[in-house]
């Protein structure tokens, strides 16, 4: 019996050193970068290099939000958040409503249309990027939110997402909805958005992150600082020839730009949890 | 004023034709069971009532409209579907108060109906829950709710009942019936179910292959039946069908023709002693009567149903058959009910 026990209580221990172990490998370099957003450039550059946060937290974060590099990151950061707001939502939008053409409309071509969107999912942003610029350089986008976001809205993922969805809820209630009165635009907003409040609320975090990390496309098309996304903008702090690299300020940049995705991870993951619970359909 | 009448109705899915042309008036206050073997196209002749399918050809009225082009919330009608349909993320006032605030009713009426429906369907204490924390038979008294509150002209429900266990579907027929009567609406009901048609319907409708065979009262259609189908059909277990005539003093009936006796018109004497002898195969005591089956010297197979205090004819034995010959029906080869 107390052999048993024991053994028990040695593999508890070697899963969680495991599990520990993992967890310190993946969080190492954010530590890492944490101290280093704590400590002064001296003490960074000389060995050995310091694992404990230093003293001078709020000196570096004050500095790289007012000062930062090309632009404060504050701005940056805002910029960010517009692009990344403004992508998620507006693909949100536009796969919704065109998910519910192709599944709840007949019309002539309906089926080439979905194979267009779905196409589109061999195309990446990475692949198509050089017409987009062209497009955007000519409509004069340059420099601008619009420009930032609305090449990236298109999408094929979330409407396929939206359309299996929509697939599953029973016809019987969508003629129900018709009995009662409700015409298209009502059944959407009254039954279909309320039944697909959980879907939603996963795309926004998927998509939120997404959009935050944009690195490639904000590296063409913003030349002005001011139009800087915090993730470029770190790249763009890196300095180039003989400058003095401010490493403090840009690991603080660093732990900045990390922060919103986490927080609405975070914000969003009662939500998911409800919703996986009390499966309604 | 709601009285429905079907013209010569049609329905075609592309070249193939599922509705032969259809006709029937109903009046004002009538409970109408639509009843027939799945695919008989019972729920399209309802949906086409309802406007969820078109038609094809022909005309239905209800009141004094031709409804042919009108959407569903446009032709008064309410409609209990069979697998409720509720709307999973609304609370069953919602459910019920969802069509009253489309058509713009002010609030405070909404509020007096659905408290009025849910006092009728003793539904009252679960007014704010979600469909999916109700019970079968709660989810179908919701579904009841959300077409009573509309006040429309016309109820019409798609097999409501078969989703339900039998103990329930049994009390559910009864408060159906009881709420039409209170209610005096017209009703169109759908059903498989030959027992709920006759027990529910004024007058039922019984559709095969896209042809409605007979429209009569229940007990109407049950003694008369126009078609041997109908005669197989309704009634349980069916109307015995014999391939020569049984009659005395009858010749043989023409080719393809055959008789029809309801099991309950047979009575058991002496062999030899009726117009037929059966070779009992075995019995069936159901308490308050016996099913007797067995096979007659012409190899048709026989059922007679006898009171359950009769003594019991032993399998294998011979027994004879004693019929009124004015209770033998006579179908042609064409399976219509021809007079003799």
């Known amino acids: ?281 | 004023m709601a009285e429905i009448k079907l013209e010569s109705i049609r329905k075609s899915y592309g070249r193939t034709e599922v509705i032969h042309g259809i006709d029937a008036e109903i009046s004002d206050g009538e409970f109408i069971v639509i009843v027939g073997p799945s695919g008989c196209g019972k729920s399209t002749l309802l949906r086409m009532v309802a406007g969820l399918e078109s038609i094809t050809s022909g005309d239905i009225h209800i009141g004094d409209r031709v409804v042919n082009r009108l959407e569903p919330r446009e032709r008064d009608i309410a409609m209990v579907f069979q697998n409720y349909a509720l709307y999973p993320h609304m609370s069953v006032f919602d459910n019920m108060a969802y069509g009253l605030k489309i058509a713009n009713v002010p609030k405070a009426e909404i509020q007096a109906r659905v408290a009025e429906a849910a006092r009728m369907l003793e539904l009252e204490p679960y007014l704010d829950r979600k469909p999916r924390q109700l019970s079968g038979g709660q989810r179908q008294r919701v579904a009841m709710g959300r077409a009573i509150v509309r006040k429309p002209a016309v109820f019409l429900f798609d097999e409501p009942l078969s989703n339900l266990d039998a103990k329930l579907r049994v009390q559910m027929r009864l408060e159906i019936k009881a709420l039409q009567r209170k209610l005096g609406v017209t009703a169109l009901y759908v059903t498989h179910d030959q027992v709920e048609a006759m027990t529910l319907a004024d007058r039922m409708i019984v559709m095969n292959g896209g042809v409605a065979e007979q429209i009569g009262a229940p007990l109407d259609v049950y003694a008369n039946p126009a078609t041997l189908f109908v005669a197989g059909f309704i009634g349980s277990p069916p109307m015995n069908v014999l391939s020569h005539d049984i009659r005395p003093g009858r010749g043989a009936l023409d080719p393809g023709a055959v008789i029809g006796v309801r099991p309950e018109h047979i009575d058991l004497v002496a062999p030899g002693a009726g117009l037929i002898d059966l070779d009992v195969a075995f019995c069936e005591p159901l308490g308050a009567e016996t099913l007797v089956h067995g096979t007659t010297a012409a190899g048709d197979k026989l059922v007679v149903r006898i009171d359950g205090e009769v003594e019991l004819p032993a399998d294998g034995t011979r027994i004879g058959l004693s019929i009124d010959p004015a209770r033998i029906l006579v179908f042609d080869a064409s399976g219509r009910r021809i007079e003799t």
């Not at chain 1, 052999?3 to 593999?11: A, D, F, I």
């Not at chain 1, 993946?26 to 290099?49: E, G, K």
């Not at chain 1, 979330?158 to 003629?175: H, K, N, V, Y």
């Not at chain 1, 002005?224 to 993730?231: G, H, I």
Request: charged share 10%.
């Open chain 1, 1 to 281: 019996m107390s052999g048993m026990v024991e053994k028990r209580g040695l593999g508890t221990w070697l899963t969680h050193g495991g599990l520990i172990f993992g967890i310190a490998v993946i969080c190492f370099p954010i530590w890492i970068a944490f101290v280093a957003s704590t400590v002064t450039q001296d003490d960074l550059v000389r060995p050995p290099m310091p694992l404990l946060p230093g003293p001078h937290l709020l000196d570096n974060y004050l500095e790289a939000l007012l000062t930062g590099g090309a632009a404060p990151v504050w701005q940056m950061l805002f910029n960010s958040l517009v692009m990344a707001l403004g992508i998620t939502i507006g693909k949100i939008i536009i796969s919704l409503l065109s998910a519910y053409a192709i599944v709840y409309f007949k019309f002539r071509f309906r089926m080439l249309f979905f194979w267009l969107i779905f196409m589109t999912l061999m195309l990446p942003v990475e692949v198509r990027i050089v017409p987009t610029y062209e497009v955007v350089a000519n409509l004069g986008l340059l420099n601008s939110y619009t420009g930032l976001i609305l090449p990236l809205i298109a999408s094929a993922t979330a409407t396929f997402l939206f359309r299996q969805l929509f697939m599953t809820i029973p016809d019987e209630l969508t003629e129900a909805a018709r009995v009662d009165g409700a015409g298209p635009i009502r059944f959407f907003i009254d039954i279909l958005l309320p039944m697909s409040r959980t879907n939603i609320a996963a795309l926004f975090v998927i998509l939120f992150i997404y959009g935050w990390n944009q690195y490639l496309w904000p590296l063409l098309i913003t030349t002005d600082p001011s139009m800087n996304t915090v993730v470029m903008g770190i790249k763009q702090m890196l300095p180039t020839g003989d400058q003095t690299v401010e490493w403090p300020v840009i690991m603080a940049t660093a732990m900045l730009a990390m922060l919103p995705p986490v927080l609405v991870v975070l914000g969003m993951q009662k939500l998911f949890v409800k919703g996986l619970v009390e499966s309604e359909k």
